[in-house]
């Protein structure tokens, strides 16, 4: 079946350093790809989205591509900032029948330090 | 504002006693779905609606029960929690579509004694 694997963390960066969480999935024809967070006691929350092979999502300095050939979405930025210090999930979307049902990994814990 | 409330935020029950989460939305969403979270694992789709047709994932436990008595609310009802049902519960909202986001909320913590 459909499955999404990320790497484990907790990833622990310096402002400023370069980010990158890796993600691949496993699945059947062409589901869309999703980056959701989470801060600190609030709900999880979309923060980028692709729904075909070579899209790049992108948001607040966040990006990822979708790559089919290697099946993986990784989730990368330039420069983090303490705010940016969440538990993020890659996850896919599996529904048929005209709904969205995701699939998400377990999610990887960022921690950015000043 | 809070467009996916989910009530109570904490809830601590004994073994065996029953419980009720609910979830209410004000996006007027034809889709609800509930996830169980536990600690450091991916969040597990337990079932959804569609409108009012509801849809159970294969290994969701028959403990384990739902209702939407309106677009507005569904609820989740635990007939006897065990020790193992200790969880975040997360709901969401949905347009619909394959490609759609999905809105969720801030989760409920059950605690089981």
């Known amino acids: 079946g459909n499955s999404v694997t990320q790497m484990e963390g907790p990833v622990t960066l310096s402002e400023e350093a370069f980010l990158t969480i890796n993600c691949t999935y496993t699945?059947?024809?062409?589901?869309?790809l999703f980056w959701y967070v989470q801060y600190p006691g609030e709900g999880l929350q979309l923060l980028l989205k692709?729904?075909?092979?070579?899209d790049k999502g992108s948001n607040k300095g966040f990006e990822a591509t979708y790559r089919k050939e290697t099946t993986s979405f990784h989730l990368e930025k330039g420069s983090v900032q303490v705010s940016d210090s969440a538990v993020y999930f890659c996850?896919?979307?599996?529904?048929?029948?005209?709904?969205?049902?995701?699939?998400f990994g377990a999610g990887t814990r960022l921690a950015v330090h000043p | 504002d809070a467009m996916v409330i989910q009530n109570p935020r904490y809830q601590v029950t004994q073994f065996g006693k029953p419980v009720t989460l609910s979830c209410s939305q004000t996006?007027?969403?034809?889709?609800m779905y509930w996830y169980q979270q536990k600690s450091s694992q991916a969040p597990k789709l337990l079932f959804h609606?569609?409108?009012?047709?509801?849809?159970n994932e294969a290994d969701t436990p028959d403990n384990f029960q739902s209702r939407r008595p309106n677009t507005s609310f569904c609820f989740l009802d635990i007939r006897s929690p065990g020790l193992g049902d200790a969880a975040m519960y997360l709901c969401?909202?949905?347009?619909?579509?394959?490609?759609?986001?999905?809105?969720f909320g801030e989760g409920s913590r059950l605690t089981v004694l």
């Open positions: 996850a896919l979307s599996g529904g048929a029948g005209g709904y969205n049902k995701l699939i």
């Open positions: 699945a059947t024809g062409y589901p869309s």
């Open positions: 692709a729904t075909k092979a070579d």
């Open positions: 996006l007027n969403h034809n889709v």
């Open positions: 609606y569609y409108d009012k047709d509801f849809n």
């Open positions: 969401a909202t949905g347009r619909g579509g394959n490609t759609g986001e999905l809105f």
